[in-house]
């Protein structure tokens, strides 16, 4: 299967209720007027794009329909697409990992499939040929750690790991030690699911970075916060939220195979100016593709 019908079989509940609403709005046109425009606007907030983002795309259209005199419903639809897609092309979509060794950090809260996606990533670099070294700096949880060495092993990355409640930033000083002394080209740091409001773990993610740049200070880093599409409008805050405490570089997208909420994406992209570097849709480990935003608006609309 294909990475566009893979995903477009993935977010089919997102197509259909997206489709849905917006369909309902262009199976009432008659001409592209003021009450055609707001009706539009409203299936988009609907289709849980965001208030703020749904207005700007509104406005985006209302002014290129005036401007190239469009009137045909297709073409409406055409420049919708466009202006969606415009929004999610905000930088380039791949890792920047050019040195050896190079960094990605992977945060976010409990339960949002940041270990899975570390498995996915690390399997997409193996089969790039490279050769990966994952830190399990969760020390909070024993079964964070087990379940990291499963994904990691399928993927055939080697992990460090440390007793249960030790100091997260000393296993990440071991694995950087690691990945020199093996000269591993990528290491993938785990972290512990922390809520942005849990002060104590953000500064343990303070200070895990603080050990990258000083015993890594020349590598290539990227730091992506891992979001569970299936909560919907509730993403947005939270990636802006993490911000705050991270020089975030890209989003992995997860579970949008199970819900209706992938609009959300556009309104996270637009809302935050952090593009999403991966789309998770399954389950299995080669699930995860770099986010082609033409693919994505192609598969919802």
């Known amino acids: 299967m294909g990475f566009f019908d893979k995903l477009?079989?993935?977010?089919?509940?997102?197509k259909e209720s997206f489709s849905e609403k917006i369909n309902t709005v262009f199976s009432n046109f008659r001409k592209v007027d003021e009450e055609f425009l707001e009706e539009l606007e409203e299936a988009l907030i609907m289709a849980d794009i965001g208030v703020d983002t749904s207005v700007q795309i509104i406005n985006n259209l209302r002014e290129r329909i005036k401007k190239e005199k469009i009137e045909d419903e297709e073409e409406v639809k055409n420049v919708?697409?466009?202006?969606?897609?415009?929004?999610?092309?905000?930088?380039?979509?791949?890792l920047k990992l050019n040195t050896k060794p190079s960094v990605i950090l992977v945060i976010g809260v409990n339960g949002v499939g940041k270990t899975t996606s570390i498995g996915k990533i690390a399997n997409r670099l193996a089969k790039d040929?490279?050769?990966?070294?994952?830190?399990?700096?969760?020390?909070?949880?024993?079964?964070?750690?087990?379940?990291?060495?499963?994904?990691?092993?399928?993927?055939?990355?080697?992990?460090?790991?440390?007793?249960?409640?030790?100091?997260?930033?000393s296993v990440v000083y071991d694995a950087i030690k690691q990945t020199k002394e093996t000269n591993a080209d990528i290491l993938i740091v785990d972290t512990a699911g922390r809520l942005h409001n849990k002060k104590y773990l953000m500064d343990e993610l303070n200070k895990i970075q603080k050990v990258i740049n000083k015993e890594m200070p020349d590598a290539d880093k990227e730091v992506l916060l891992v979001i569970d599409g299936t909560t919907g409008q509730n993403a947005i805050s939270q990636v802006k939220a993490f911000k705050k405490e991270a020089n975030i570089?890209?989003?992995?997208?997860?579970?949008?195979?199970?819900?209706?909420?992938?609009?959300?994406?556009?309104?996270?992209?637009?809302?935050?100016?952090?593009?999403?570097?991966?789309?998770?849709?399954?389950?299995?480990?080669?699930d995860m593709e770099i986010f082609d935003s033409d693919d994505f608006v192609r598969a919802i609309i």
């Open 129 to 169: 040929g490279k050769k990966v070294v994952v830190a399990a700096a969760d020390t909070f949880r024993a079964a964070a750690v087990e379940q990291l060495e499963i994904w990691a092993k399928r993927a055939g990355a080697s992990v460090v790991k440390r007793e249960e409640g030790v100091d997260p930033a």
């Open 8 to 14: 477009k079989k993935g977010l089919n509940k997102t």
């Open 249 to 286: 570089t890209g989003l992995i997208l997860t579970k949008l195979d199970g819900t209706a909420k992938g609009g959300v994406v556009i309104g996270i992209t637009n809302e935050n100016q952090i593009p999403v570097k991966f789309i998770g849709v399954g389950e299995q480990i080669d």
């Open 80 to 94: 919708l697409r466009e202006e969606m897609k415009k929004l999610l092309d905000i930088s380039d979509k791949e």
